[in-house]
């Protein structure tokens, strides 16, 4: 029989369409659960869907449970599994396994990937070093755990995403500058300032395993990416995750998957390679990594993982075989100066000279208005540039952030 899948967002992100493709194609029978009435999801989201439940809200998470559930029952439909790619509604798809009955992640397990203290607390635990830390609700708090923990800090929301409100903090006087920078963050996570390379380590799991990883390379680190405007950042998914500078990070990316009892779907992971060798936990996301990023490894692999992920939480197989052919940069641009972009310059040339390593090309046109690149790490486009080679590949990511530039007034 067709397994019964309810999926929560299926058409937000813009990636979680293909998603819920990805499960109709394997033939899955999918409900969908978004806020948005049915008549304006996307018609390719439309078309996979069997059936969809509209709730008042998703961030009203008790509510929409309440929402669910009940047309759920009165439905008399059961289901096979309840899936999420979005982290806001991690916690909702958890309570729901549990009111309906559906195997998964339960509550308790879903928390440690919601709350980064929590997170940090269970892998100690297990002995996955982490970066010092405290959770923080108050100014003495946090005044006590910087000196306990020891400048530079970074100080950041412990629920947080997207790099904001995070801060780092050299000394006592700096502390004092933060303080009121977080004065609204209810609760914060002090930590140990890890200095190094970054990197993620992302993969897909079915009963309990994982099926697939994935380690991409940040360039510059997310919170110099998203501090800097004049920076095009790249993500660079690499086509040998098992080199051996990254032996560390892989061995700790299957030890987090295990102490935090991760069952089936995607998980996004971030850790922090110092100079000297050593490996560092960042933070893991029980869904897949955002702004592209499994473009990149379809790209990678010639492959299609939304149909992946679909297999391997309808079936707990990933049957496509997955051979890395190549390294897969994200270069994401922002335009200099606000406003309405009126120029773009260096992409001809460019792709005179590079158009066939460029996968994928999505920059906004003259004429349109600038996104805010502190809300979107898509900013104002990108490219998708890969190559066999990882330092052609570099080469390629970094003409295209200095040779390709838009201009907006
Ligand atoms: N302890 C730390 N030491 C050094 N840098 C850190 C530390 N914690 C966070 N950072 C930097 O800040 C960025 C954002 O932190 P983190 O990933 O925890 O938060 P987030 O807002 O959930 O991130 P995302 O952008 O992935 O949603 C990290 O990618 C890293 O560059
Ligand atoms: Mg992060």
């Not at 439309?46 to 559930?69: C, G, M, P, Q, W």
């Not at 510059?220 to 790249?234: H, N, Y």
């Not at 998980?267 to 560092?280: I, Y």
């Not at 486009?381 to 201009?407: E, K």
Request: net charge neutral; proline share 5%; glycine share 8%.
């Amino acid at each position: 029989m067709a397994p019964r899948v309810l999926f929560i967002s299926p058409s937000f992100p813009v990636e979680m369409t293909y998603f819920t493709e990805g499960l109709a194609a394997v033939g899955a029978k999918v409900v969908g659960v978004g806020e948005h009435p049915k008549e304006a999801l996307p018609e390719r989201c439309k078309a996979a869907l069997t059936n969809y439940v509209r709730v008042s809200s998703l961030f009203d998470e008790d509510r929409a449970l309440k929402e669910i559930v009940a047309e759920v029952k009165a439905a008399g439909v059961s289901f096979d599994r309840v899936e999420t790619l979005w982290e806001p509604t991690v916690l909702l798809a958890a309570k729901l396994r549990e009111a309906l009955g559906v195997p998964g992640l339960r509550v308790a397990q879903a928390l440690p990937f919601r709350d980064k203290e929590l997170m940090k607390r269970k892998l100690d635990a297990a002995g996955v070093r982490t970066p010092r830390h405290a959770a923080c609700s108050d100014e003495a708090s946090i005044r006590a755990a910087a000196e306990r923990i020891g400048y530079p800090l970074c100080i950041k929301p412990i629920a947080g995403a997207g790099s904001a409100d995070t801060h780092r903090v050299d000394d006592r006087a700096d502390l004092e500058r933060v303080l009121q920078l977080v004065r609204r963050v209810p609760t914060v996570s002090v930590e140990e300032f890890i200095e190094g390379r970054e990197f993620t380590f992302d993969s897909i799991c079915a009963g309990g395993r994982p099926l697939f990883y994935n380690i991409a390379w940040y360039r510059p680190k997310p919170l110099i990416a998203r501090t800097v405007e004049w920076i095009s950042p790249q993500v660079v998914a690499l086509r040998n995750p098992d080199a051996p500078e990254l032996a560390g990070g892989r061995a700790m990316g299957l030890k987090v998957l295990q102490a935090l009892e991760f069952e089936a779907g995607f998980t996004h992971m971030e850790w922090f390679l110092k100079d000297d060798g050593e490996v560092v936990f960042g933070e893991i996301g029980a869904r897949v990594g955002g702004a592209r990023l499994i473009d990149q490894m379809n790209f990678v692999h010639d492959a299609d993982l939304y149909r992946g992920w679909a297999e391997a939480v309808c079936y707990g197989r990933l049957s496509e075989p997955l051979n890395r052919r190549y390294n897969a940069a994200v270069v994401f641009k922002r335009a200099q100066g606000q406003g309405t972009i009126r120029r773009i310059t260096g992409l001809g040339t460019y792709l005179a000279r590079y158009g066939q390593h460029v996968a994928c090309l999505d920059l906004l046109p003259v004429g349109a208005q600038r996104r805010n690149w502190l809300q979107t790490l898509i900013s104002d486009g990108y490219a998708i540039v890969r190559h066999p080679d990882l330092q052609s590949c570099l080469t390629l990511a970094d003409r295209f952030g200095t040779d390709v530039q838009l201009y907006a007034s």
